[in-house]
């Protein structure tokens, strides 16, 4: 292939049924990487990530975080959340206090996780230090005390979870912090949403989530269509050769060709063919600016069903892909995480990433706003329990992720797939999906590094090959990316080899009809409940100091007896809202139906974090006032619970440490 030769880009247009961008040739594209001129903050993005590749050594090259610190360990490593910047006293700043609240016990959970060393290892930006728009990550971090190089967990912790859409959080942000941090994203359209994602990671993480070792492989390979060929020829049939002898205690179920149907794909996905990892390689639909279907269908997985280019011509139909509406309210995809390659697959930018480049004039917008695919929305916000993260692609995923050229003239073969199998192997092995994925990062720092040399000696005149170029180029900006959403410091909760698998479903929260049309921001959310490892750990302190002697011991063995009946009494919280028409003798009397009560609403949570509530289904159910009394006595039982949790559990660390 000479450099006039068209280039196929990869994505299919589901409007037209046509590939989605014209093909170009590599002289052409050259010429557009040559013509643009970086920003300022881009300049300093480029000199970021060739500052940690160069940095770069045997001891630091995989991972962000500075040396010395365990990436598992979030007592070392840290985490926080971001959200965007708004004004107090703002519709905005309303919406983020109730979005924060849903969120409350994931942010309970890992301030607990976080600070058990150093109070300093959990933050929360909001307010004057969330992100402001068009700041710019130097900026930003500069402002929150941290400069370029390694995350250092006492300045800014190492895992980061941005809160928001893309256009108050941009994808840039997210690229760039994302080179020596481990950053994740969650946006979703209901406060519900939100409370559900929070409530099925703690739910995984301390409710006896136990996952089968499971991973399913599914490749699309669509009839006269080469890039859904190569990805399942090239990238992952023989990923799943290279992975089966490294991983003899995980069974690896492969969906290929003609296995590779919308059915499947929705057996895999919540269905009961549910494995803990999921990894797809297909295209992702695409649709015309101003469709109605780009929202709800953009970067849903194109699967075998679709006959090809050839046999197919005009609009995709529906039954070719699956979208995020194609999620059962019934599937339990509880505890997975899911890795698509494919176009659009994490979300798309509001311009054209692969589009002229001879200046900002010139961007070409492919939707109104930027905004994440619905499909991982929906997999993480199932009510039932959802899946923990997934790791996609925002704008188009190209082959040159396993592939380079001219690499295969030794080996027989071009595939490079060993960015793929590290992050594989870290993900399944029980690492964190944001440390998982620092070698994408280190693979991207790399390219950039190489591309911005070899710009700036173009610059000053030294002739180039454009098929070289448009390579390196595409490669770049392909390597960017590469995106997770859902809290990076999430991993797989695994059964032990050999051990009893457990995928219990995550209660929902149950409303009448008449607390159906309340405002989602009065659904109250719980804080977690102390884990069985809790428990653990203040036994085997009683029988410590029980093997003593002197009125310390005594008094330590009975300060902890306390602690744990206290911890056991806490594990269950039930508020119950009656209605009387004698308040007089309601008040008077301690047990409220002896004198006449009428109980009008109930929130129970469960020790494993899970919340219901329930009102009656029949009548007038409850009216919102007494919905929104309720539900603010709920909040309020939460907010004491988690602070006498976090009271006792401090009291035990620091006996624990005399």
């Not at 969906?255 to 803990?276: C, F, S, V």
């Not at 219990?504 to 804080?527: D, K, N, Q």
Request: with cysteine; proline share 7%; charged share 20%.
């Amino acid at each position: 292939m000479d450099s006039h030769s068209p280039l196929y880009f990869n994505g299919i247009n589901a409007s037209t049924g046509d590939y989605l961008f014209p093909p170009s040739s590599a002289e052409a594209l050259a010429r557009e990487v040559t013509g643009h001129s970086p920003s300022e903050e881009q300049g300093d993005h480029l000199a970021d990530l060739r500052a940690r590749f160069e940095s770069m050594s045997t001891s630091t090259a995989h991972y962000g975080v500075k040396s010395g610190i365990d990436v598992r360990d979030l007592a070392q490593t840290g985490w926080g959340v971001v959200f965007p910047a708004v004004r107090p006293d703002t519709e905005e700043a309303r919406r983020q206090d109730a979005i924060a609240e849903a969120l409350m016990p994931l942010l309970d959970l890992r301030r607990a996780q976080a600070t058990a060393r150093d109070e300093r290892c959990f933050k929360i930006y909001r307010g004057l230090d969330g992100y402001r728009p068009d700041e710019g990550k130097q900026r930003y971090l500069a402002r929150l005390g941290a400069g370029p190089g390694p995350a250092d967990p006492l300045k800014v912790p190492y895992y980061l979870l941005l809160v928001g859409d893309p256009d108050d959080l941009p994808y840039s942000l997210q690229y760039q912090l994302d080179v020596q941090y481990a950053v994740g994203r969650i946006h979703f359209d209901t406060l519900a949403d939100y409370g559900n994602y929070a409530r099925s990671v703690v739910s995984a993480e301390t409710g006896g989530l136990r996952l089968a070792r499971e991973l399913a492989m599914f490749g699309v390979a669509n009839a006269d269509d080469p890039a859904t060929q190569l990805s399942a020829q090239n990238l992952v049939a023989p990923l799943a050769d290279l992975l089966a002898p490294l991983l003899p205690d995980w069974k690896i179920r492969r969906y290929e060709g003609a296995e590779a149907t919308k059915a499947n794909l929705g057996r895999i996905l919540g269905g009961d063919q549910t494995p803990a990892v999921v990894f797809t390689a297909s295209h992702g639909t695409g649709f015309n600016r101003g469709d109605a279907r780009q929202r709800p269908h953009q970067g849903a997985l194109l699967c075998q069903d679709w006959p090809g280019p050839v046999a197919w011509r005009g609009p995709l139909a529906p039954d070719f892909y699956f979208a995020g509406e194609d999620l059962r309210h019934e599937a339990r995809p509880h505890g997975l995480i899911m890795f698509n390659f494919a176009c659009y697959g994490a979300g798309t930018p509001r311009y054209n990433d692969y589009g002229q480049r001879s200046g900002a004039k010139a961007r070409t917008p492919i939707a109104d706003a930027p905004f994440l695919a619905a499909l991982p929305q929906r997999l993480l916000a199932h009510p039932g329990g959802g899946a923990l993260a997934t790791i996609g692609h925002v704008e188009r995923a190209w082959g040159c992720s396993f592939m380079w050229r001219g690499s295969g003239k030794k080996t027989g073969s071009s595939a490079q797939l060993a960015v793929f199998e590290s992050a594989m192997r870290d993900l399944l092995g029980g690492m964190p999906v944001g440390a998982a994925l620092e070698c994408f990062n280190a693979r991207y720092a790399e390219l950039a590094s190489d591309l911005s040399v070899e710009l700036e000696e173009i610059g000053f005149g030294r002739n180039y090959n454009p098929m070289e170029l448009a390579d390196m180029w595409t490669a770049n900006n392909d390597a960017r990316g590469y995106t997770i959403i859902g809290d990076p410091a999430v991993r797989l909760p695994l059964a032990p080899v050999g051990g009893t698998t457990l995928r219990p479903v995550v209660a929902e929260i149950v409303l009448g009809r008449a607390a159906e049309s309340a405002p989602i921001a009065s659904t109250p959310a719980s804080p977690p409940a102390p884990s069985a490892e809790v428990f653990d750990v203040l036994a085997a302190l009683r029988d410590q100091f029980g093997a003593g002697s002197g009125p310390f011991q005594g008094l330590a063995v009975s300060l902890l007896q306390t602690l744990e009946k206290t911890l056991t009494d806490l594990a269950t919280l039930e508020i119950r809202t009656f209605v009387a028409s004698d308040m007089q003798a309601a008040s008077a009397d301690p047990h409220p139906p002896s004198a006449g009560a009428e109980l009008r609403a109930f929130t129970r949570v469960r020790s494993n974090g899970a919340l219901e509530s329930y009102i009656p289904a029949s009548g007038d159910g409850a009216d919102k006032a007494l919905w929104d009394r309720h539900a603010d006595m709920v909040r309020q039982a939460q907010a004491h619970r988690a602070e006498l949790l976090r009271a006792l559990l401090e009291a035990g660390i620091s006996l624990a440490k005399r």
